[in-house]
T-cell receptor, first 114, second 113 residues
Framework: GAVVSQHPSWVICKSGTSVKIECRSL??????MFWYRQFPKQSLMLMAT?????????EQGVEKDKFLINHASLTLSTLTVTSAHPEDSSFYIC??????????FGPGTRLTVT | QQQVKQSPQSLIVQKGGIPIINCAYE??????FPWYQQFPGKGPALLIA?????SEKKEGRFTISFNKSAKQFSLHIMDSQPGDSATYFC????????????FGTGTRLKVLA
């Protein structure tokens, strides 16, 4: 149990375009979802926390208008990178948790902006 | 105060050895300390976690030692195998709050056959 999926697993987009990444909890209801960013050989950096039906809470230094997060249901959260630039290229990982339980991580999405 | 310091940055051991990875924190409000294993290109997977009311926890070949007074905790991998070669992250969170994790910087472990 406790499976989190992400789609796509890998995406290439052109500079200036937007790209959406989906995060789904497959067998539980995720009251809270988290989005992380990870550069090569570095740790996971929390970008934002979202609760179903509420606006996301962004960490200091993360641009809200650039990284749009929507947590529309208890099983789905989306991260949209708007007007992507090469410096946005990274590994994006979501996690999800049900109240009182662990955080479970998705497999990650590799974004490359050309 | 929100940092979690992890060491060493990298570690090489022989098969069967016992690698030890250490983490230290400052925020005494942290009350949940998980360890994650990550393979290249994959998301992190939970290995084992501990709360500060116990000093040690074992699950299979993985053991966490926790020193509340020193604000330190460590991961021991018994009888390490080449398949354990991965990056390991410690984390800390406040379970009663948003539960968001503060991750350590990671340790790249290589187990030689």
């Amino acid at each position: 149990g406790a499976v989190v999926s992400q789609h796509p697993s890998w995406v290439i987009c052109k500079s200036g375009t937007s790209v959406k990444i989906e995060c789904r909890s497959l067998d539980f209801q995720a009251t809270t979802m988290f989005w992380y960013r990870q550069f090569p050989k570095q740790s996971l950096m929390l970008m934002a926390t979202s609760n179903e039906g509420s606006k996301a809470t962004y960490e200091q230094g993360v641009e809200k208008d650039k990284f749009l997060i929507n947590h529309a249901s208890l099983t789905l959260s989306t991260l949209t990178v708007t007007s992507a630039h090469p410096e946005d290229s990274s590994f994006y990982i979501c996690s999800a948790r049900e109240d009182g339980r662990e955080q479970y991580f998705g497999p990650g999405t590799r974004l490359t902006v050309t | 105060q929100q940092q979690v310091k992890q060491s060493p940055q990298s570690l090489i051991v022989q098969k069967g050895g016992i690698p030890i990875i250490n983490c230290a924190y400052e925020n005494t409000a942290f009350d949940y300390f998980p360890w994650y294993q990550q393979f290249p290109g994959k998301g992190p997977a939970l290995l084992i976690a501990i709360r500060p009311d116990v000093s040690e926890k074992k699950e299979g070949r993985f053991t966490i030692s926790f020193n509340k007074s020193a604000k330190q905790f460590s991961l021991h991998i018994m009888d390490s195998q080449p398949g354990d070669s991965a990056t390991y992250f410690c984390a800390a969170s406040i379970a009663s709050g948003t539960y968001k994790y503060i991750f350590g910087t990671g340790t790249r472990l290589k187990v030689l056959a």
